[in-house]
């Protein structure tokens, strides 16, 4: 039996893994200016959010279609300002990523669009984190397509099977793991650091 492959590279997605995410400030602003949004999706189910995060959509389209939600006149300024402000930082998370940078290769995967990974890297410098990132906007495609695995691979010299990639959704593990990555899906940071000692990473 052929002895598993030593893990060498280790690839965090953002959003719930390095970040949570509060969208009542975004919801708050929209319903006050009359839109009919209720929660995320009533949101998200409405604008043309994966053409952004392809990188097909720029920043300021997308902000034009989220204020049109409104039935209330609403600047681009005003909503460029809340659809930044949905992010908390896990500072645990984050601490880990960059431990792990010191003994292992470490990079970013994340489906995100040009606004909100420009505001991470100016408020958060998540761009620091690690050895490289590839966002989705920049790839072309999203997860959980196997061409942004293989982007990633090609862009970052990473070898499938001495990789392991934690995202707190299964299908995006499951299309790592499709291409022959080790996989976790994060819950917690106790949890994803088991998965991690359970691969032999030295955490």
């Known amino acids: 039996m052929t002895a598993p ?3 060498r ?12 995410l509060n969208y009542q ?13 209720h929660d995320r999706e009533s949101v998200m189910s409405r604008i043309p959010l994966e053409e952004h995060e392809s990188g097909r959509l720029p920043g300021r389209a997308l902000l034009e279609c989220l204020a049109a939600l409104a ?14 402000d949905m992010f908390e930082l896990d500072a645990a998370m984050v ?3 960059h431990a792990l940078s010191e003994r292992y290769r470490v990079f970013l995967l994340s489906n995100i669009g040009d606004l909100h990974w420009t505001h991470l ?31 990633a691979e090609r862009r970052f010299a990473l070898a499938p099977a001495a990789t392991v990639f934690i995202d707190d959704r299964a299908d995006n593990v499951a299309g ?10 994060h819950a ?8 991690l000692r359970a691969l032999g990473v030295s955490c």
Request: some cysteine; charged content about 15%; aromatic content about 8%.
């Open 188 to 195: 917690d940071h106790g949890a994803t650091l088991a998965g």
């Open 121 to 151: 890297a100016r408020e958060f410098r998540l761009h620091a984190i690690g050895h490289g990132a590839l966002p989705s906007y920049v790839a072309g495609i999203m997860k959980p397509h196997v061409a942004i695995y293989r982007e």
């Open 71 to 84: 039935k209330q006149p609403v600047s681009l300024e005003d909503t460029l300002a809340k659809w930044l």
């Open 95 to 97: 601490e880990l990523a």
């Open 5 to 7: 492959a030593v893990i």
């Open 25 to 37: 400030p975004l919801l708050g602003f929209l319903a006050a200016h009359g839109a009919a949004v």
């Open 9 to 20: 590279n280790v690839v965090f997605d953002i959003g719930w893994v390095l970040v949570r």
């Open 176 to 185: 790592a793991r499709g291409c022959g990555w080790q996989g976790i899906v």
